[in-house]
């Protein structure tokens, strides 16, 4: 076991209560004060995120859009300077390698945003597709800190921290310029179902800004938060994440991402004929998401049963949804079974999985 | 840190006793292992008139992040439980030695008490 790595932000999140746990080889707060209090407030507020564990990888070059076209399911070419877009990137068998933001900077420059815990797999996965390409692949996953600032009040105490007009930064765009004097890229994207941005900046800034903005958000509400309400917020609002609704194992397709695979965007790209296939013959197993209408929590691994008690599926994600103040969760489930009642048996006690199509929760659309 | 009231018995699985004198004893968790479990979304506890022996589980205390087994400091059957918890679990985390408290019992063999720890010594196993 390697050592664990430190964001530039451990001393801040020591010297704020943080409660530190090693996530993908990352040692990062799990939690400040409590991760259902700092759910709520993201949801009624605003709330303060080091992520800057995830990685960056710039690609740039003459091909760098039709290289990512390929690479990825969704359709890069709907990109332009200042947009963003979520996608997929699969593998030959229509298994997911990753699942990451594509940043068009310019016609040659891109830059993706990926998993901290795929960050080396990823590296060695898109170079060796990259190799028939006119492009340059370089991990900047070191020079960037990233702070995500999520919730209703979000967009107010970014926009008085900077002179950039955030109303001109839409969903899933991003802009460059300063807040609280560091150099950022701001990203009006997040992971928890709410308005807010994502801010790239250099790592050393990270301190400075993370500061700043924790002084300018405090009057508003806002609450550090950890990776535990990042967990259950990004449940909440139906998101995947890697290794649980999305694998190698599981496709965009089986995961409800159907919308992220562009069959039709005039590309052969990684992993289009196994996924053409899965979409023609139908997904032998799909992710559900359901509700229990009980406190106890479903958790990952609890087998799902049919009423008969046969094991059809497994839960993949599960959680207390702190708004509804119930079990809400994941599982992934053969088709077949979808359509009968499904149940599971926490220490001995048979509760009915209410299936729900996600969010769980009403969100507000960001602008 | 965590509070250790003086007037308690502990047990290594870090429950809490309260004698009332009469006979009869309340328990609960204590402030550490509320602070370790972090934010508790359900508590389990047992049906009025279970007869429990010391050390047997008796319910399940369920956070965010684990569902951890509870166990019986002491034996006796239970009294009453603290129905509060089943609407508002975070009691515990709020108050672990007041309206956090579990379930109330009468004890089949009040010489058990005296094997716990007392507050000094749990203070020093949570250390």
């Known amino acids: 076991m390697s050592e664990s790595k430190r964001t530039p932000l451990y001393a801040f ?11 993908a080889g990352w040692e990062m707060p799990v939690q400040y004060r409590s991760i259902l209090e700092e759910h709520k407030a993201v949801r009624h507020a605003a709330g303060l995120f080091d992520v800057s564990h995830m990685g960056e990888v710039a690609v740039c070059g003459p091909a760098a859009g039709a290289f990512l076209n390929h690479l ?4 890069v070419a709907q990109l332009y300077p200042g947009r963003v877009l979520y996608s997929p990137m699969c593998y030959p068998t229509g298994g997911v390698v990753d699942d990451l933001l594509v940043y068009m900077r310019g016609p040659d420059d891109y830059f993706l945003c990926i998993n901290a815990g795929n960050i080396d797999k990823d590296l060695a996965w898109i170079r060796e597709q990259a190799t028939k390409f006119n492009v340059t692949v370089t991990d900047r996953s070191a020079d960037y800190a990233l702070l995500a600032v999520q919730g209703p009040k979000a967009a107010a105490i970014v926009q008085s921290l900077t002179s950039v007009k955030l109303d001109a930064v839409r969903y899933y765009q991003f802009t460059e310029g300063s807040v609280a004097g560091v150099h950022c890229m701001i990203s009006r994207t997040g992971y928890t179902g709410e308005d807010g941005f994502e801010l790239y900046h250099a790592a050393g800034d990270a301190p400075a800004l993370a500061a700043a903005v924790l002084a300018a ?3 508003h509400g806002l609450e550090l938060a950890g990776l535990g309400a990042r967990d259950s917020l990004r449940l909440e609002a139906g998101y995947p994440l890697y290794g649980h609704e999305i694998t190698q194992d599981i496709s965009p397709l089986a995961a409800g991402l159907g919308w992220t695979v562009k ?9 289009r004929a196994a996924l053409a296939a899965e979409k023609q013959n139908g997904t032998p197993r799909k992710i559900v998401h359901f509700k229990t209408g009980d406190r106890r929590i479903v958790r990952t691994d609890t087998a799902v049963l049919s009423q008969g008690g046969a094991v059809v599926g497994r839960v993949v994600s599960g959680t207390l949804s702190p708004l509804l103040n119930e079990a809400i969760g994941s599982a992934l489930v053969e088709t077949a079974a979808v ?6 048996d926490i220490r001995g006690t048979k509760l009915d999985l209410i299936l729900v199509k996600p969010p769980f929760v009403k969100l507000k659309k960001s602008p | 840190m ?3 009231p003086n007037d308690l018995h502990y047990a290594k699985s870090h429950e809490w006793v309260k004698l009332a004198g009469d006979g009869t004893a309340t328990v609960g968790i204590t402030d550490y292992a509320q ?21 047997q589980v008796f319910g399940v205390v369920e956070s965010v992040k684990a569902a951890s087994d509870l166990y019986a400091p002491v034996s006796g059957s239970v009294l009453e439980t603290n129905a509060a918890l089943e609407t508002a679990p975070e009691t515990v985390n709020q108050q672990p030695y007041e309206n956090g408290w579990m379930f109330r019992l009468k004890l089949s063999n009040p010489a058990e008490a005296a094997a716990l720890h007392d507050a000094t010594a749990y203070g020093k196993l949570i250390g």
């Open chain 1, 13 to 23: 999140h020591a010297a704020h209560g943080g409660r530190l746990v090693d996530f």
């Open chain 1, 72 to 75: 990825v399911t969704n359709d």
């Open chain 1, 217 to 219: 958000g405090q009057p």
């Open chain 1, 263 to 271: 069959f039709d965007k005039g590309v052969d790209f990684i992993g």
């Open chain 1, 339 to 344: 359509a009968q009642s499904l149940v599971v």
């Open chain 2, 2 to 4: 965590s509070n250790v």
């Open chain 2, 35 to 55: 602070n370790s479990l972090g934010d508790i979304t359900y508590v389990q506890l047992p049906k009025k008139g279970t007869t429990l022996s010391a050390g």
